[in-house]
């Protein structure tokens, strides 16, 4: 099936890719066509095919792709013409309000996409596109993410200033990166001034004082260590007023249930044990107790040094008869 439509004018393109707007010669309609670059190399082609790949899945939230070919000489996509451009030159020029609706509806979509175990690899404003209705869309996914440009092809995806600590030491792409990459996005939304590697993200009171919510989000999401992030239902639950504070008790406590649960299974394993050597081996009594005061009270170290000696001991003849 071929994809007919006229270029119209050239868009001022990403790292990736040469981008034109165009007009669908059946419908009319506006649309932007993404060229590959380096279409030259195997690894740029395979991450342009695993772009198209996330788009073609039509998440919700995420740009939805047209048409594509992969075999053309330069591969190319094309997609629906969002006319808001990217977020980036909204940046540092929302309300409070603004950025909340922001924040919640990208926490929607990076929610989903998890969901559907896609990783994003280089969320930023750059990459999120607005409609003429207000609505954002996410674009340009590196999906698996391996080396998305020539500068960066020792990395596994993401920008400078964006992307976690990890990823940027040569890690791959994960979700609690996306994670990270959202809070240097929000911070560059809220404040105006883009994220910076080493640097640390400074919030002046007048952040607070505009979007409190926002800035502990932003701290919550750019932890350094990526276990100590929050997830992104747990993001969403804090836009709906939670405190990261008490979402982190909440963690801790399911954390140490679970550790009670598995030490808890393997008391019963213990006792179960204990149980069935009295009844089988049927040792003296008095022995039995005195082992296990004397593992009560000197711990397993004494009751092991015990043990020789009492398998030393004549064990008791069976008379005949029951066993009491
Ligand atoms: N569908 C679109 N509608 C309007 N502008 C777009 C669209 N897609 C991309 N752009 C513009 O082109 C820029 C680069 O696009 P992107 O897909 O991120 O390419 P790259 O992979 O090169 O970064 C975006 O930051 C945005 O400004
Ligand atoms: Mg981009």
Redo the contacts with the bound molecule.
């Keep these: 099936m071929s994809f007919p439509f006229t270029i119209l004018r050239r868009?001022?393109?990403?790292?990736?890719?040469d981008?034109f707007v165009g007009r669908r010669n059946d419908t009319g309609e506006c649309v932007?066509i993404?060229y590959l670059r380096e279409w030259q190399f195997e690894h740029a082609r395979r991450a342009f095919a695993r772009e198209m790949r996330v788009l073609g899945r039509r998440v919700q939230g995420v740009?939805p792709l047209l048409y594509a070919d992969i075999n053309a000489r330069p591969p190319y996509y094309v997609?629906?013409?969002?006319a808001g451009?990217?977020l980036?030159r909204y940046a540092g020029r929302l309300t409070g309000n603004q950025m909340h609706a922001i924040a919640s509806e990208l926490a929607q979509t990076l929610a989903v996409l998890r969901a559907a175990y896609i990783k994003h690899g280089d969320v930023k404003p750059?990459?999120v596109?607005v409609s003429d209705d207000g609505r954002l869309k996410v674009?340009?996914p590196l999906g698996g993410g391996v080396g998305c440009t020539m500068l960066f092809s020792e990395n596994h995806g993401g920008t400078p200033g964006y992307w976690a600590p990890e990823v940027r030491a040569g890690g791959p792409i994960s979700y609690a990166g996306d994670v990270r990459s959202y809070g240097a996005m929000l911070y560059e939304l809220l404040t105006g001034r883009k994220p910076q590697d080493e640097q640390p993200l400074y919030l002046a009171p007048k952040d607070y004082a505009r979007a409190p919510k926002i800035c502990e989000i932003i701290v919550a999401c750019c932890q350094p260590e990526p276990d100590s992030r929050p997830s992104m239902h747990e993001v969403l639950r804090m836009l709906r007023g939670e405190r990261w504070a008490d979402i982190q008790v909440e963690r801790k406590q399911r954390a140490c249930t679970r550790g009670f649960g598995a030490k808890s299974r393997v008391t019963c394993g213990v006792t179960w044990i204990g149980d069935f050597w009295r009844k089988v081996a049927q040792p003296d009594e008095r022995t039995f107790q005195h082992l296990t005061e004397t593992a009560y009270v000197d711990g397993p170290r004494r009751l092991l040094a015990q043990l020789p000696k009492w398998l030393k001991r004549p064990r008791r003849k069976w008379q005949g008869g029951n066993r009491k």
């Design positions: 868009l001022p393109s990403g790292g990736n890719g981008l932007v993404k740009m997609m629906p013409y969002l451009g990217s980036t750059d990459n596109l674009a340009d």
